[in-house]
């Protein structure tokens, strides 16, 4: 039995809410049950210098977790002094994004996703790149009523989940409490239309079997699949 109480291939309740700030280009607040997370995706006419007069644009990401997200208060990172997991999880989410986007129809502009960590039970990162995609979308959508990007350079959904091994049996969707006594846990990555992006694994104090990651990976398709189609219901697609 789980700690939830949940079927090994049950995903916990996700609810996806748009358009949840006031300035940003795109917004929401993505729910996947104890974890919340705040994506807004930010839009500037302008790109980094290393992509000056190149006609591609591109898409980046920040993340943070707010001082008191978790059990106990953290101290709030500068940009200057973050952690390397802060620096990994940003790189992760801005490569899962730019997945999903033709660069050359988005035009030479660039798209921020910041992913505020409001609440977190297990799986902060894969929240993040789940919703992150709806921020992005939601932006992009405002461009193209615009008139400013002229063809839809959104090429297809990017999800993400958790999964993971517990007392010896795969999980999907790891909360707080099983991803902290789980003997193997990845994070997966997934389009819409099935293929990987990124795949990240590891064992703790152990090993783990070609047999158990395919496992995994089946379980993860499942819920990216389950993720993919919150994200059609989110942004009406």
Avoid at 73 to 88: L, V
Avoid at 161 to 169: D, F, L, M, N, W
Avoid at 176 to 198: K, M, R, W
Wanted: hydrophobic content about 35%.
């Amino acid at each position: 039995m789980r700690p939830s109480g949940r079927q090994i291939d049950e995903m916990r309740p996700v609810s996806i809410e748009t358009d949840v700030t006031r300035h940003a280009e795109g917004s929401c607040l993505i729910r996947c049950g104890d974890t919340h997370v705040l994506c807004t995706a930010s839009v500037d006419e302008r790109v980094p210098p290393f992509l000056k007069n190149s006609g591609l644009g591109w898409v980046t990401a920040e993340y943070g977790m707010l001082p008191r997200s978790t059990h106990s208060r953290m101290r709030r990172e500068a940009k200057a002094g973050q952690s390397g997991r802060t620096q990994e999880i940003q790189r992760l989410i801005g490569r899962s994004l730019r997945a999903g986007i033709d660069r050359v129809a988005l035009g030479e502009r660039q798209i921020t996703v910041d992913c505020d960590v409001i609440q977190a039970d297990g799986g902060t990162r894969c929240a993040s790149i789940t919703g992150g995609w709806v921020a992005l979308r939601l932006a992009v959508n405002k461009l193209m009523k615009a008139g400013d990007v002229l063809s839809d350079p959104m090429i297809d959904h990017v999800a993400a989940v958790s999964c993971g091994i517990y007392a010896g049996q795969p999980l999907l969707d790891l909360d707080y409490p099983e991803d902290s006594e789980a003997g193997v846990d990845g994070n997966f990555v997934i389009t819409g239309t099935g293929q990987l992006v990124e795949v990240q694994m590891s064992a703790e104090g152990g090993t783990f079997s070609t047999d158990q990651m395919t496992a995994l990976l089946d379980l993860a398709r499942r819920g990216t699949d389950s993720l993919v189609a919150s994200q059609k219901a989110a942004t009406g697609a």
